[in-house]
């Protein structure tokens, strides 16, 4: 995907006013928690080290926290009515991250020891636990009439986001082929739930801590969930074709694990003889080594796996844009999202 | 203490109108959740068998869906008004049973293996994710005006449940004497926080889903909340003295874990010769034996710790019911909340 120079310069600015904008309030609530969550989520946000030491820069983009302010802006309002609903959605990023990590037992995040790994996983069940409570406190304590419609989309994200994780565990036990095998629809609904459903949630909570009318609220909500399947799908292919050095995950990490990705689901399903032999590696059974994972990954790409997961992520992509131009939007915040979209995918593409 | 037969009637009957009334809408939030995730709440909730299968008669007492429908009763309206925040309230309790027990280490509850321990570390952290997810939702989309404010208390709640929840286990690295030990008010704020929040809240969100003001519904809260306390102390005695056929523990079972229970630290407290014996036994380090447990324990009774804790008990049940005296309640519930007091904690007393 070309994406121009400006929208280049655009996103990146756009994801640092946003972060400047919300990051008092966002410590500000970190600093509510009891010390040891506090220490928890600060290490998590990347802001300190498991000693307490400040990281200064380390942070992460904060997809979420711009997503919110930016939907309050294409609203008409100014970003600072959605930073209670920014700091909402980054706490239970934060949360999902802090139980996500124990439930698939990863070990590392972004070159760190994931929470679990570093306090130990009953500290971190409940350092999530105390997040999740924040977030919602925070937005039922939201000053004005927006906090119960704005509590009412969080819950309802949060119930699509541990709904999405169980399909993806769920997944792991399905088999590769045959009447089980998971769909490449169901994998779509799967990470819509997972993935989506808070960036929606982000965009929409924006809004309606805005004022925004409902529809407006809901084509923002829209595209955050078609981006999240987007932005899934190219996680999938960093998966098995990223850069270690740019993943800091092995190369063919996801195919080494058996992880049934979009790629190697595409390719299962397509009529095509790579898929067949691909099956026939899949069902030898363990985990691949080093030869079968680059097998497996040449004819998933054979098979046609690979492209159908490009065109999965950009048809996601222009699925988001007509979302958003079915409503009037204020134009400055418009462009602001329409180039943050391809910027957050741009990562392999 | 001895309870009046009148009113040793009353609680049982009090308890089970409130689970008929409240069980179809608990049973058909549970049925919202992912299939899974409903089987794990159904099974947690004594309804069902790790396969499914049904097991009537043997769900908790539901003291907490008990004291929603009361609260709304007290604030003269009829229980069904309370009926979402019961709700509520149930899948708070399960989620924390849910995640408690993965930090705790706790393999059985009740005679059954725990949920992480039936049905594995990752899905019980969600299951208990997704009952929390579900409580929010519940409270949120309840209909009338009273959603917001109802939500607000929930999630302060939720806060003071994990702050408690933290402050109990970071007791356990704390030495038994010297500056740093663990203050019998320290211990007492945790227990308020840990136990006490959630029935407090039950009680004041009936209330609240009710009409009434709010400082009827306050007074519900600090009552549930000294109930809390009182009920902490009576686990604590029956975690040391309580019969193994009843707890489905063995006997001094909190002295072999060296808990740091109310009993342990005002007899570490207490200015007498036994607490310095007890104290050299504690600081020899390693689980208790069962010789040792026999001697701490009668040591603890020696120095008065299980004299204080009784009174503990007592104090905090006194002053429930002076929160209750303070505002114009519903006389009939009211009394109903009075007989489920002692009800509730005479376990062991």
């Known amino acids: 995907m070309t994406v121009p120079t400006t929208q280049q310069d655009t996103a990146p600015r756009t994801l640092a006013r946003c972060r400047d904008l919300v990051r008092p309030a966002l410590a500000q609530a970190v600093g509510r928690l009891h010390p040891w969550h506090a220490g928890m989520a600060a290490f998590s946000l990347g802001w300190s080290d498991v ?19 930016l939907g309050a802006e294409a609203a008409g309002a100014p970003g600072r009515e959605a930073v ?37 996983t009953g500290p971190a069940v409940l350092a999530g636990d105390a997040l ?34 169980a399909e993806d565990l769920l997944f792991e036990s399905r088999p590769w082929t045959g009447p089980g095998a998971v769909r490449p629809h169901e994998y779509r609904s799967m990470a819509e739930h997972k993935t989506g459903a808070l960036l929606g949630c982000a965009a929409g909570l924006g809004a309606v801590l805005a004022g925004a009318p409902a529809d407006t609220a809901d084509a923002l909500d829209r595209a955050g969930r078609h981006l999240g399947v987007a932005f899934q799908a190219v996680d999938d292919l960093l998966g098995i074709w990223g850069d270690p ?32 032999r691909l099956e026939v590696l899949l069902h030898a059974g363990g985990p691949l080594d080093d030869d079968a994972a680059r097998r497996a990954a040449g004819l998933i790409e054979e098979a046609g796996g690979r492209t159908a997961t490009v065109v999965e992520a950009h048809e996601h992509l222009a699925a988001a844009r007509e979302s958003l131009a079915r409503v009037p939007l204020a134009p400055a915040a418009h462009e602001e999202i329409l180039a943050l979209l391809p910027y957050l995918i741009r990562r392999t593409m």
Not at 51 to 64: E, F, H, M
Not at 135 to 164: E, F, I, N, Y
Not at 248 to 273: C, E, I, Q
Request: charged share 20%; hydrophobic share 40%; glycine share 10%.
């Open 84 to 120: 209670v609903g920014a700091v909402a959605v980054e706490l239970i990023h934060t949360f999902s991250l802090l139980h996500d990590d124990i439930m698939d037992g990863d070990e590392t995040r972004r070159q760190r020891p994931t929470v679990w790994k570093a306090y130990g």
């Open 245 to 276: 050095q740019t993943t800091g995950k092995p190369v063919h990490s996801d195919l080494r694990r058996r992880k049934k990705t979009y790629p190697v689901l595409a390719a299962l399903a397509a009529d095509h003889p790579a898929a067949r």
């Open 51 to 69: 000693d307490g030491s400040p990281l200064p820069g380390s942070q992460g983009k904060g997809i979420r926290q711009a997503l919110a302010v």
């Open 132 to 165: 999740f409570a924040l977030a919602v406190q925070t937005l039922a304590d939201a000053p004005g009439g927006s906090g119960a419609p704005a509590v009412r989309r969080l819950a309802s994200a949060l119930s699509d986001l541990v709904r999405g994780q």
